[in-house]
């Protein structure tokens, strides 16, 4: 019952607080990130000393998501697809992207856009950290979950 009251209390916009993780809001006019410290951050997390990968949402709006994400060397993200246009930038490290009949390697630096519907993969080729932006209408159900 308490739960259900500080989901209540917590501002539209606003990230529930965790054991490793303070509120953030994820919607505004304007938002603004210290990227290094993020990844710093995400690192730091047991999901990462855990697992294979870790991630945040940065941005949670009714027509765009922006989530890092850090990835450990072989990690991979299975076959999947969103139903709307998706940009993956790397940041650091480096990723490959496979689409039906084609693989794309991208280095730190690099940005992929892909049409909503394609079926792709992802796996750090090393220790990798990129940003997915997810763009779609805000009457359907987002495709996307996260760490965040």
């Known amino acids: 019952m308490s739960e259900m009251h500080e989901e209540r209390s ?21 938002l603004s990130f210290g990227l290094d410290q993020e990844i ?12 294979d990968h ?28 969103a139903p709307n246009r998706i940009a993956i930038q790397v940041l650091a490290g480096q990723v490959r992207v496979a689409v039906p009949g084609r693989s794309i390697d991208l280095k730190a630096g690099s940005l992929l856009t892909l049409e909503g519907g394609l079926s792709h993969e992802v796996e750090a080729l090393e220790e990798s950290v990129f940003l997915l932006t997810v763009a ?8 996307v979950s996260s760490g965040g």
């Open 54 to 81: 870790n991630a945040k949402t940065l941005v949670k709006d009714e027509d765009l998501r922006i989530i890092l994400i850090a990835m450990k060397a072989g990690a991979r993200l299975p076959e999947h697809h």
């Open 136 to 143: 779609w209408h805000g009457t359907e159900a987002h495709p």
């Open 40 to 51: 710093a951050a995400l690192r730091r997390e047991d999901a990462w000393e855990r697992g």
């Open 10 to 30: 917590r501002p539209d916009g606003e990230t529930t607080k965790t054991d490793e993780r303070l509120p953030q809001h994820l919607t505004g006019p304007l």
